[in-house]
């Protein structure tokens, strides 16, 4: 097998399964920073014997046999902890064999979910939380997450070690907690899972414009949490929110992997039973919250399911998204939210009003170096017919995405543009 080929092959694999390998490896050594590590050995060992050894039938199970053998190895290797070998042994033994079952089951999953609750614990800062579970579940690189929060590589670098180090000081178990302590760490749990979804739905940089398999993997962790909590509201709208969303995703490329943006999709393409079950799931959140009550994540999934009832685009009721998006300002503020905003109105009320909110946003610190605001404008200016204009804030926009796709999607708005339509 060629180097590059095997290379990339190493690279898929780790992007579906890192996640897996290192929450089942914190269930056994319970210390997230050591199990990242012995799933890196694994990697770097994948990378030196794939390419002539050829890619095994089962690669997740490889690297996950590769890692534990690395720990037993790294344990015998010191003795004053001789005495733990056999207890690592019977550990080992007890779990099921990775080799068995390339899917790993329901036993996964719930190391998954474990590993997520261990990174969101209150030891952390909330970014710190977020930081650490993105990396660790959504194997996001620090070059990545570093862009998400607007920071420096080093800084953010600097800041996934102090968390691990800060998990490992205070001992915290690896597990799911349960009563007051599960309901006290749900809204952080919640937060990154939305997250991992979202750099799914829209990565932050490559050649994709989606990560489908971090999508599925997020909405399979929301299942989860609304059977951990199948009374709290924000669990099933969590879940209502990321399945209306991940309907669209057929329709979300072309033929030839081009951007379609929501407007102009094919909404025969949308997948009618992720719709079905994320408006059943919007149902239950309603009924457990009452409309006078509702969380972010209901209100989200309201407004997406605003979207998915709409035949056709012509026939989407954009005043009550104006609404349900006044709604969510009131109970998150944020410029982001703003910014959604301004492109209901400028769908209910024309492009000019949708023009002067996002104008309005131009000098918030939070959208320095957001893509989104100068690619929101340059859509607005353009269908205001003001075309140099838009040309210039779609070429601003597409510098600073990472995104390959995107970048390319918004290189065409501005050629469009300049050539007058």
């Not at 794939?50 to 996950?64: E, F, H, I, K, Y």
């Not at 209306?244 to 030839?256: E, K, L």
């Not at 353009?382 to 510098?399: H, K, V």
Request: glycine share 6%; charged share 25%.
């Amino acid at each position: 097998m060629a180097d590059a080929a095997a290379k990339a092959t190493v690279e898929a694999v780790w992007r579906i399964e890192s996640a897996r390998l290192v929450a089942g490896l914190a269930r056994v050594v319970r210390d997230v920073g050591l199990a990242e590590d012995l799933a890196q050995d694994a990697l770097v060992a994948a990378l030196e014997q794939w390419p002539s050894s050829g890619v095994p039938a089962n690669p997740g199970a490889w690297l996950t046999a590769v890692a534990r053998r690395r720990y037993v190895d790294g344990v015998r290797r010191q003795a004053s902890f001789e005495r733990r070998v056999p207890e690592i042994a019977r550990q080992l033994a007890e779990a099921a064999d990775p080799m068995a079952d390339i899917e790993f089951g329901a036993r996964v999953e719930d190391d998954v979910l474990r590993l997520i609750f261990t990174a969101c614990h209150p030891a952390l800062s909330r970014d710190a939380r977020v930081a650490l579970t993105l990396k660790l579940v959504a194997g996001l690189s620090t070059e990545q997450i570093a862009r998400a929060f607007l920071v420096s590589s080093p800084t953010m670098a600097a800041r996934v070690t102090r968390a691990k180090k800060a998990l490992a000081d205070a001992s915290v178990p690896f597990e799911v907690p349960a009563g007051a302590e599960l309901a006290a760490r749900l809204a952080s749990v919640l937060e990154v899972v939305y997250l991992i979804f979202n750099e799914g739905y829209s990565a932050t940089s490559g050649e994709s414009w989606t990560r489908a398999e971090l999508c599925e993997e997020a909405m399979r962790l929301g299942r989860m949490l609304a059977a951990l909590a199948p009374d709290e509201p924000e669990a099933h709208g969590l879940v209502a929110l990321m399945e209306i969303q991940a309907s669209r995703i057929p329709a979300r490329t072309g033929r030839d992997g081009e951007l379609i943006t929501l407007l102009h999709q094919d909404r025969g393409r949308w997948n009618r039973l992720l719709i079905t079950h994320g408006l059943a799931a919007l149902g239950t959140a309603e009924s457990l919250s009452g409309s006078e009550s509702s969380g972010p994540y209901v209100i989200q999934a309201a407004l997406a399911a605003c979207h998915a009832r709409a035949p056709a685009a012509a026939d989407t009721d954009w005043n009550r998204i104006v609404a349900l998006y006044d709604v969510l300002l009131s109970l998150v503020p944020s410029p982001v939210v703003e910014l959604n905003r301004a492109v209901a109105v400028s769908m209910a009320e024309g492009p000019a009003a949708g023009l002067a909110i996002v104008d309005a946003l131009a000098g918030s610190p939070a959208l320095r170096g957001y893509h989104l605001l100068p690619s929101v404008r340059g859509d607005l200016l353009d269908r205001l017919g003001r075309r140099a204009e838009a040309r210039a804030e779609f070429e601003r926009a597409a510098a600073m995405t990472a995104n390959a796709s995107e970048r390319a999607h918004l290189l065409a708005r501005a050629a469009r543009a300049a050539a007058g339509g």
